[in-house]
């Protein structure tokens, strides 16, 4: 199995060894560790059918992890030294405004005081300096006055630069959220005032998307009259996840359903899936329909945010559609390697994003284990084809066929999430996989009616409050499942195991994984031995 996996699907194997290698670097692993991680890569590679020379030359990607880890790191960190040998300091700065909060404007009943001020330093006590840092005041309302500040803004004034800590949001490591973002340091404002605004195509395209994302918020949440329900509905249609509350969000966390109201991979196929269904309907040529599906596919996850997850599932989607377009059969394993390569290339932080590690770690299991759901599937309907046709009752089999997968891909999305998700919440929802069956029926109904609604909207104005109604009914509901799953006596208080044990976790159930995988293959070998033989 591990040898059909680097021989047909190189690019993941390839990102498999440089990941390894780039989050030993990012994460400060001691030399003990790194040198742990080397043995095992070379022991994987002679697994996998390498000869000792082939497993030399794959295990230098490890390697080449780690220096390119080491040398982002010493670049985004260099200039901070330079000006700062402790790493903090105190001066004069000018700065301009890159990233502020969703919900200002039309949408400032719905802000729960979420999300982020970003601003990018031109110049730190006259010395130049272009980083990004995020901007924190002493006082609620002179924040309330930084989070109103427009995008592309220019401030000058005083402050202290300080390293990012680990503090404050109740999903993730809020300081590692702020390093997969290559933002090091936190600029506390001691004062500032406004000093004109800044130009250039790179500020007009944000203004202009921030301005498309308000636009589109307010007419999905007009006639929305309960704040939490307008606060999902913002999430989930944009990507808009600092609207929620942080209580709730914990709650969510807890019940393991958080990742169903922020843009992921999950979300982002759903998409896919319903324009390539609708698409056909239009009656345009297949040569037509598939770039159109990659640019709406595109589309949505700009305008969401482009989350790291999100952005995994469309290189993936894009990756799939071109071999497609050449008529090629496409690979789903192998199009998670080029997006994670890719990935790992521009910005080696992006390993201390939690949704990143979630998203590759249940996509790469879920591959793993699809040939043997497929079985199962299988087997169920296997009764079925022994029938004649007037008695066959497809209807109840196809149902249990779709349980069973449904269910069977759940449990494993579980389970490989685990490791992650003990880090950060220090609770066991043990009624996710159940909970989020039939929430990932709501969720996709309410990410259908998003676009429809605001359709429908701009036909039928006189419909408003209905269409508001119905999409309110449906993210009411799901919020409801959702939060149900928190329950205490669900939700089972557990101690966060050490780093060495979660990965253990991982590589355990990968291992059985693979181990099924390769029974799987012997038996249909043998079976077709022993028929050629006859």
Known sequence: MLRQIRRLSPAFWAFLGLGMGMYGGVRGWGNWARGAALLFWWVLCRASGCGRARSLSWG???????????????????????????????????????????????????????GHVVGELRQVSGRPLRRRVLLREGTASRQALLRGLPVGTRLQGRGSLVPVSQEGDPLSSWGDSLLSRRILRLLVLEEWRVAGRETGPALSLRQGLQRLRELLGAW??????????????????????????????????????????????????????????LLPWTGLPLAWRRPLLALATTAYVVVTGA?????????????????????RAPSWRHAQGLSGLAALAANPLCLHNLGFLYSHAVVAILLLAAPLLRELQDTLLEREQWLPRERRRPGPSLLARWLAGAL??????????????????????????????????????????????????LLLPAGTRLWAATAQTLIHLAGSLSLWGSQGNFCLPVASPPPWARLLLLLSLAGLLLRWGGLRQERRYSGGRKESKR
């Open 60 to 114: 230098l990607l490890p390697l080449l992890g780690m220096g390119w880890a080491a040398l982002r790191i010493f670049l985004l960190e260099a200039p901070f030294e330079e000006a700062f040998p402790r790493g903090r300091g105190y001066g004069e700065f000018s700065l301009t405004v890159v990233e502020t909060p969703l919900a200002q404007g039309a949408l400032a009943p719905w802000d729960s005081g979420g």
């Open 307 to 327: 989350s790291p997850s999100g952005m995994r599932a469309l290189a993936m989607t894009l990756a799939v559609l071109f071999a497609r377009m050449r008529w």
């Open 408 to 457: 069977g891909a759940g449990l494993l999305a579980w389970l490989a999430a685990l490791c992650l998700a003990l880090e950060t919440n220090g609770r066991l929802g043990m009624l996710s996989p159940l909970v989020n069956l039939p929430l990932g029926l709501l969720i996709s109904l309410a990410l259908a009616f998003c676009p429809l609604r605001l359709l429908l909207g």
């Open 220 to 277: 999905l949440v007009e006639g929305v009259d309960n704040p939490l329900d307008g606060q999902m509905l913002l999430a989930l249609g944009l990507g808009a996840a600092e609207c929620l509350p942080r209580e709730w969000r914990q709650r969510q966390a807890w019940a393991g359903t958080i990742h169903v109201f922020a843009i992921s991979g999950m979300h982002v196929g759903m998409v896919a899936l319903m324009l390539g269904a």
